[in-house]
């Protein structure tokens, strides 16, 4: 019904930069009417909260140890949020995930409702 896909994960140089991409699909999904975000989760890790975006792209919310280096953006006609990592570090690393809040947006991952399958980030020389 509801449909995120994610890209433009891949392997980057420590300080380098990349660009991830979430694009959503459905035909009861009203995106402008959804919070964005982007989770990530290492390896035996939490999944944890990255950044996110309200429904109109006015305002922002960012962990601390991404400040500064990460944005989050999104286009409502094109249905599509964006992450643009710059700066990145090895902790980085993990797989990033997008999502989708009906009420608002959260800090909590269990406060959406879709999420995407995933796109592979790995910081590494």
């Known amino acids: 019904q509801v449909q995120l896909v994610e890209s433009g994960g891949g392997l980057v140089q420590p300080g380098g930069s990349l660009r991830l991409t979430c694009t959503a699909s459905?035909?009861?999904?009203?995106?402008?009417?959804?919070?964005m975000a982007w989770f990530r989760q290492a390896p035996g890790e939490e999944r944890e909260f990255v950044a996110a975006?309200?429904?109109?792209?006015?305002?922002?919310w960012y962990r601390d140890s991404v400040k500064g280096r990460f944005h989050i953006s999104r286009d409502n006609g094109k249905n599509t949020v964006y992450l643009q990592m710059n700066n990145v570090k090895p902790e980085d690393t993990a797989v990033y995930y997008c999502?989708?809040?009906?009420?608002?947006?959260?800090?909590?991952?269990?406060?959406?409702?879709?999420w995407g399958q995933g796109t592979q980030v790995t910081v590494s020389s």
């Open positions: 975006i309200n429904w109109a792209g006015s305002s922002e």
């Open positions: 459905g035909r009861t999904f009203i995106f402008k009417d959804y919070a």
């Open positions: 999502a989708a809040d009906g009420e608002g947006g959260d800090y909590s991952s269990a406060a959406y409702d879709y």
